[in-house]
Structure formats: structure tokens, C-alpha cells
């Protein structure tokens, strides 16, 4: 059964950082490329970064580029996203899923970027 578990999510001020967890289990990890996707208020769900786990190949959305970085944990299925200089326009619900997108979604984690 695959299932994703976010955390880390928060209010913070503009140009405040946060650091998400995922922890992903049904899935053959090691072979999996990972990502984290948002969603926000009334918008579309959009990709917002993802990882190659077995080589590290790391990809971004333009509007993170420079500001997120995506990385896996050292010891079990753990994916992260660390996010600076965070802008109001990245409140969102934050989820993780893999590439190719399972049907089984975890509820996410609300980060709230605002002053």
C-alpha cells in the first residue's frame, strides 16, 4: 500500500524558511524519483520540484529555482524540501508523491507564508 507522510509545515513570515518532510513507504524507494508538489487556495495542484533518488538529479519549477532545495534523507524513505527567502505566493497545501503521480495522496502540510 503506498502512503505518503508530510510534515513541517507552518505559518511564517515573508523571507522565512521552512524545512518539509516526507516519508514515503509502499514504494521500491531507491528507484523511485520523488517530488513535491502544492496547491493552493482555489488553484490547480502544481509540481514544484523532484529527485531522482537513485542518482540525485534534482529538478525545480522556475519560481523556486534558487530559493528550494530538494534532497533525501541519509537513512530510510525520506524526502525533504528546505525553503528559503519564502515569498506570500507560496502558501499552499505541500504534498509529496513520486513520478510517475500515485493515486495514493497524503494530506499534505500547510505552509502559510505571511507577515
Known amino acids: 500500500q503506498v502512503q505518503f507522510a508530510e510534515s513541517g509545515g507552518g505559518l511564517v513570515q515573508p523571507g522565512g524558511s521552512l524545512r518539509l518532510s516526507c516519508v514515503a513507504s509502499?514504494?521500491?524507494?531507491?528507484?523511485?524519483?520523488m517530488a513535491w508538489y502544492r496547491q493552493a487556495p482555489g488553484k490547480q495542484r502544481e509540481w514544484v520540484a523532484s529527485i531522482s533518488i537513485s542518482t540525485s538529479f534534482t529538478q525545480y519549477r522556475d519560481s523556486v529555482k534558487g530559493r528550494f532545495t530538494i534532497s533525501r534523507g541519509s537513512a530510510g524513505n525520506t524526502v525533504y524540501l528546505q525553503m528559503n527567502s519564502l515569498r506570500p505566493e507560496d502558501t499552499a497545501v505541500y504534498y509529496c508523491?513520486?513520478?510517475?503521480?500515485?493515486?495514493?495522496w497524503g494530506q499534505g502540510t500547510q505552509v502559510t507564508v505571511s507577515s
Open positions: 508523491n513520486r513520478i510517475p503521480i500515485s493515486d495514493s
Open positions: 509502499g514504494i521500491s524507494f531507491s528507484r523511485s524519483t
